[in-house]
């Protein structure tokens, strides 16, 4: 620290590095000797550079300290965390046999211990919209990880290694790309008679991976021309610890924020296919499943479409918020 004097009129007098000097009043200059680390310090608090307990700070670390302020992400993630809960015990809250109808309650409205009231076979609309989350998350996690694991993996080998492998994978990206999704799963799930989720599954990882790829590949060719990665190279670190160990986590958060948005969309999409009948079938309890069983008598009895229905709009648009707010968080352009 350049020394100070004090001059005639009790002033400091502290150097400015140009050959000059400037006046500082005592306490002004004592104010500037303090530390916020030092004993009996009171200046302000120098900006971290390190995470509490000597951590350097990342960009996970931060983003985490972002989402648990943020509203939005609060809320989307306890709505997520009860869909899980019922999706898993859906018994916690409704112990009631979702195929257990009675024909002689059909279009009935709410009563008591049936709070949603029955649909037309006369079964629990309550019983079956809890029930129904099962196979809509069951759906959308299985289906966004398959996505997110594949498309990862093919585009970050593709943007890595380049050549004619990247060139062909991105010539089939285009072609996925030019296939309706609906009439795709019109066509191909028509022929397959399982009632389990996993032909629906299997056809949205075949659709969505291009998606995923895209991102993949673009996020590992921006981060493979940073220094650190022409470093490594450089000391002769191999290609695998290259992509694994310096590329890999530095361009995964664009995936993680596709996935997690389009994780919604995938559980739209299986109500969706549900609904037009090539989807989930009875006797497998569904949203879309309910929604299409509903749709022909929604004039005498709303309520058997309404409750599904709006349990699907809810687990929608909760993926959504989720995805946006981490989009904020691991973002560098949005803060």
């Not at 004097?5 to 000797?33: F, I, K, N, Y």
């Not at 916690?92 to 029955?118: K, S, V, Y």
């Not at 549900?274 to 005498?300: C, E, F, H, M, T």
């Amino acid at each position: 620290m350049p020394e100070r004097r004090p001059d005639e009129s009790g002033q400091t007098v502290a150097p400015t590095g140009t050959g000059g000097a400037m006046d500082l009043a005592t306490s002004e200059a004592r104010s500037l000797e303090r530390t916020p680390d030092g004993p009996g310090g009171t200046g302000p608090a120098a900006p971290r550079l390190s995470a509490p307990g000597g951590r350097p700070r990342s960009l996970w670390s931060d983003a985490w300290r972002d989402l648990r302020r943020n509203p939005v992400f609060l809320v989307s993630a306890l709505v997520i965390c009860f869909l899980v809960v019922i999706a898993i015990r859906p018994s916690l809250i409704a112990p009631g046999n979702p195929l257990a109808c009675d024909l002689a309650r059909a279009q009935d409205g709410p009563a008591p211990g049936h709070p949603f009231g029955f649909d037309g076979q006369g079964c629990d609309v309550y019983t079956r919209t809890v029930h129904g989350a099962r196979a809509s998350v069951t759906v959308g996690v299985c289906a966004t990880f398959g996505v997110a694991l594949l498309g990862s993996v093919l585009g970050g080998l593709a943007g890595f290694f380049g050549g004619i492998g990247d060139a062909v994978l991105s010539r089939i990206t285009d072609v996925f790309f030019a296939i309706p999704v609906v009439l795709g799963g019109l066509v191909l799930l028509s022929v397959i008679t399982s009632d389990t989720v996993w032909p629906v599954v299997g056809f949205i990882v075949l659709l969505g991976w291009p998606q995923v790829f895209r991102v993949a590949r673009g996020s590992v060719i921006s981060v493979a021309q940073h220094d650190y990665v022409q470093a490594a190279r450089a000391l002769g670190a191999s290609p695998a610890r290259v992509l694994l160990r310096h590329i890999a986590p530095n361009a995964v958060a664009p995936v993680i924020v596709v996935a997690t948005i389009a994780l919604g969309t995938y559980i739209a999409l299986e109500a969706t296919l549900s609904y037009l009948g090539v989807g989930l079938k009875p006797p497998s309890v569904s949203w879309g499943v309910d929604i299409s069983a509903a749709s022909p008598y929604v004039r005498n009895a709303p309520h058997a479409l309404l409750w599904p229905a709006g349990a699907l709009a809810l687990t929608v648009l909760a993926f959504i918020m989720l995805g946006d707010a981490v989009r904020d968080a691991l973002d560098p352009r949005l803060r």
